[in-house]
């Protein structure tokens, strides 16, 4: 039983366009990727420029000090690629300085052995070698159009103005109050008097504002500077300055060090189309996987039936089973959405599908004063004991459930990816199935009742889903229903953009208050 109304509901509507779609989990994020593109901008363009924005917009989610993976789709070559830019574990990490404390489990997203202090999931040593920004800049220095310090300059301005608290604002803030008052840099700029969460006012006419002037400073010294100043200028030296001042590992040799990859995306045939599912330590090659066991599981119908459910369902418990046994855990399958993605459709057909995120939401809870930057806790992603598929060791990449992907059947291409941790995986097939299985318009794909099977013994099922579905999910697996709400996020929070006769369009999470599709504006007549 929840409290929630029965008869409400919430829609969000889709608007074919002739120019370019940015699709993001904020509004304002995605209009400063459909102003770059309405500027002469690639997709790619678009998506440096989104990226930058939503770090300043929803700090908690992602940002320069995180990491993630993106799909591109060059439409005139007609082929697709993986960046990937997921962090690593710093060099000088000492597994021993993790010791686990009794028979406990981990306080945050991952089902690992208590370590002492949670030193692995917040504070300075849970931070891993960071690759967002090597990622843009490597996209960038391939693909893009306009000058990278143009790009950065929205995030810029956004930081100057500072990140209007509204009430969604106030409950991520307060969601995790606790453990940001741990930090008294993340304390100052999220908290008030550094130990109350920071709450929207009670009428239209408050405009409360954080303070993120230092991370502006910082954006705009990475836009004259360029990205390299990251690695090895003089960002990155304050940035391992209060990284290590606080207790933590990180160094200049791990940034100068780390460099993001451009991959083959994991290509599957699937319907009479194909899906390019990304690269990489990514959950790319379980979505391939499902794929294949899907191709002759059901026939599909005009719209998802419980046939075509239990068969979703049925793959994703094979290829989790796999992936938990072979790979490493990845999140909890209680896991709260921790992470942001996007997708960017330009006016010539180049699609972009990008995740990135920071881990946990606020990532270690650690601020580093002299650059404004919210730090990640990537560290958390190894299993702290040893011997383990994924155990934790210096040196070495972080498996991510980020599953960026970008498909195609019968004239129409999209990109798609979310944010939401294990849930993640189980959004991107729903909705990769009712485009290719079942041919749902985009706005009736956002729209459709989805299930989360994502590695735990039950299956968590929209209660909108018709009773003989959750009969044949039963059948599968211990099912339960809920309702698909703001906070949390049941069923991850997706965005995509879709392509079909020259016309584009964008959707987000349909219970996503600050996600939005955005075309680009289109010139003025004179």
């Known amino acids: 039983m929840h409290n929630f109304s029965s008869s409400q509901q ?94 406990g489990r981990a306080s945050d997203l991952f089902p690992w052995a208590s370590v002492v202090e949670d030193r692995n999931v917040s504070g300075p040593l849970s931070i891993a070698v960071p690759g967002t920004v090597a990622g843009m800049g490597l996209a960038h220095g391939r693909h893009g159009r306009l000058p990278w310090a143009e790009l950065l300059a929205p995030a810029v301005s956004l930081a100057r103005e500072g990140l209007l608290v509204d009430w969604y604002a106030s409950l991520m803030m307060a969601s995790a109050t606790r453990e940001l008052a741990r930090d008294p840099d993340a304390a100052a ?37 360029g990205p390299g100043d990251f690695q090895t200028g003089e960002i990155a030296r304050a940035m391992v300055a209060d990284v290590r001042d606080k207790g933590g590992v990180l160094s200049l040799d791990d940034m100068a060090a780390y460099r993001a990859e451009v991959l083959p995306t994991r290509t599957a045939s699937y319907r009479g189309g194909v ?97 404004g930057l919210l730090m990640n806790n990537g560290v958390m992603w190894f299993d702290p004991e040893p011997g383990k598929p994924n155990s934790l060791a210096p040196d070495k990449g972080c498996l991510m459930n980020v599953c960026p ?20 995986l189980p959004a991107v097939l729903h909705l990769t199935s009712f485009l290719m299985d079942h041919g749902l318009s985009l706005e009736e794909a956002f729209h ?24 044949a999910l039963a059948e599968v697996a211990p099912t339960v229903t809920t309702k698909r709400t703001v906070f949390p996020y049941a069923f991850a929070c997706p965005a995509g953009v879709l392509r079909q006769g020259g016309l584009n369009m964008g959707c987000t999470e349909i219970m996503s208050p600050w996600g939005d599709a955005v075309a680009e504006p289109e010139p003025a007549l004179d």
Request: charged share 20%.
């Open 448 to 471: 459709q009742p989805r299930v989360d099977v994502s590695g735990g013994e039950t299956l968590i099922a929209d209660e909108a889903l018709e009773p003989k579905v959750l009969d």
């Open 10 to 103: 919430v829609r969000k509507v889709v608007v074919p366009a002739r120019g370019g779609v940015v699709a993001a989990q904020h509004r304002r994020a995605a209009e400063v990727g459909a102003e770059v593109l309405a500027a002469g901008g690639d997709a790619i363009d678009a998506a440096v420029a989104t990226s930058f924005a939503i770090g300043v917009v929803e700090p908690w989610m992602s940002g320069p000090a995180g990491g993630g993976a993106m799909v591109i789709w060059r439409a005139a070559e007609r082929r697709a690629e993986t960046v990937f830019f997921g962090m690593r574990s710093p060099r000088s990490l000492d597994p021993a300085a993790f010791p686990l404390e009794g028979s």
């Open 275 to 371: 899906v390019h599912a990304a690269g990489g330590l990514t959950a790319g090659l379980e979505l391939v996987d499902c794929l294949t066991m899907l191709e002759g599981a059901f026939t599909p119908g005009p719209k998802p039936d419980p046939t075509s459910h239990a068969a979703l369902a049925r793959a994703l418990k094979a290829v989790y089973a796999a992936r938990l046994t072979e790979r490493g855990h990845g999140e909890a399958p209680h896991a709260p959405a921790c992470t942001t993605h996007f997708s960017v459709v330009d006016r010539h057909g180049n699609m972009v599908a990008v995740t990135q995120t920071l881990l946990s939401v606020f990532g270690s809870k650690v601020l580093s004063p002299r650059t």
């Open 189 to 225: 700029l999220f908290l008030e008097d550094g130990c109350w969460p920071t709450i929207a006012g009670w009428t239209a006419l408050s405009a409360k504002r954080l303070d993120q002037s230092r991370l502006a400073d910082t954006l705009d010294r990475l836009a004259l500077a």
């Open 405 to 424: 992907a970008i498909g195609e059947k019968d004239g129409r291409r999209f990109a798609l990816g979310a944010s939401g941790g294990r849930k993640i």
